[in-house]
């Protein structure tokens, strides 16, 4: 089955930097990438999602990009704030099957 | 849009009795939910997939006697932790996929279950 990888585990940036975050995928098939933001006690919530026949995604400080000969993908937050301080979870699926989840990132935003 | 509730959002129980969790879709059709648990600083593990109408399809190790999942409209599904005890204490949580052409999952706020 899928299986993906993320790193860094913890991720801790000053207001204002940039935070990147890398997974690595298995499954060549997977065709679907979304990343959830889930703050302590709540549910995850979607915050940008990309598709195999697009390269990059971006929604204001938010980018997504994919690789998929390398089979990565990678959340990229620009001029970072503390409220995005959270976990941050990557995830691959085929088409409508299930997800797979990476591990998560803690994200910590110093003001 | 695309918002999913769950009730209650947290509970305690006692060893040996049964909790019911709820999962709406409010603003959308939802032919397949999904159910997940997570530890804390763990990612989610999906227990198990509901669809509108039929039995759920559980993952591997997830015990569907315990786990009961009804599916039974296209905005509700419920997850029963049946004879809980204390190992079943964990974060639930649901997320549902509307029936359009979407990939998207969009998840519930999680439902605190603790057993004592």
């Known amino acids: 089955g899928e299986n993906v990888e993320q790193h860094p585990s913890t991720l801790s940036v000053q207001e204002g930097d940039s935070a990147v975050i890398k997974c690595t995928y298995s499954?060549?098939?997977?065709?679907?990438f979304p990343w959830y933001k889930q703050e302590l006690g709540k549910g995850p919530q979607l915050i940008i999602d990309i598709r195999s026949n697009v390269g990059e995604k971006k929604d204001q400080r938010i980018a997504v990009t994919l690789n998929k000969t390398a089979k990565h993908f990678s959340l990229h937050i620009t001029e970072t704030q503390p409220e995005d301080s959270a976990v941050y979870f990557c995830a691959a699926s085929i088409g409508y099957s299930t997800l797979t989840f990476g591990k998560g990132t803690m994200l910590l935003v110093s003001p | 849009g695309a918002v999913v509730s769950q009730h209650p959002s947290w509970v305690i129980c006692k060893s040996g009795t049964s909790v019911k969790i709820e999962c709406r879709s409010l603003?959308?059709?939802?032919?397949?939910m999904f159910w997940y648990r997570q530890f804390p600083k763990q990612s989610l593990m999906l227990m198990a997939t509901s669809n509108e109408g039929s039995k759920a399809t559980y993952e591997q190790g997830v015990e569907k006697d315990k786990f009961l999942i009804n599916h039974a409209s296209l905005t509700l599904s419920t997850l029963t932790v049946t004879s809980a005890h204390p190992e079943d204490s964990s974060f639930y949580i649901c997320?549902?996929?509307?029936?359009?052409?979407?990939?998207?999952?969009?998840f519930g706020p999680g439902t605190r279950l603790t057993v004592t």
């Open positions: 603003d959308f059709q939802a032919t397949t």
């Open positions: 997320s549902a996929r509307e029936p359009r052409d979407s990939y998207e999952q969009y």
């Open positions: 499954d060549s098939a997977s065709n679907y």
